[in-house]
């Protein structure tokens, strides 16, 4: 049974950081790719960041590039995402996907930014 786990959420001020965790129960090189998705409030779930089984990363065009980066752990199956000087448009819930034939979804985390 995979289970991903985040952590590391939480009310954070404009212009600080913070670093989100995800520990995959099955192991990260199990998995075709990782990444996180984040949910602004009435809004669709969007793809943050990602990173394949061989180490590349993938950033969408619409993601705030030198401010979130992705990173893993492997031999900690865990999974991260540095927010750097964070905005309130970061706001929202921020959930941790794994792939392998199908998507495995954590529960998700809150991130809030405000002053």
């Known amino acids: 049974q995979v289970q991903l786990t985040e952590s590391g959420g939480g009310l954070v001020q404009p212009g600080g950081s913070l670093k989100l965790s995800c520990t995959n129960s099955a192991g990260i090189l199990n998995f075709n790719s990782m990444g996180w998705h984040r949910q602004r409030p009435g809004a669709q779930r969007e793809l943050i960041a990602g990173?394949?089984?061989?180490?590349?990363?993938?950033y969408p065009a619409h993601t705030a590039r030198g401010r979130f980066t992705i990173s893993r752990d492997v031999a900690n199956n865990t999974l991260y995402l540095q927010m750097s000087n964070v905005k309130s448009e970061d706001t929202g819930v921020y959930f941790c996907n794994a792939w392998q034939g199908r998507d495995y979804w954590g529960q998700g985390i809150q991130v809030t930014v405000s002053s």
């Open positions: 990173i394949e089984r061989g180490g590349s990363t993938i």
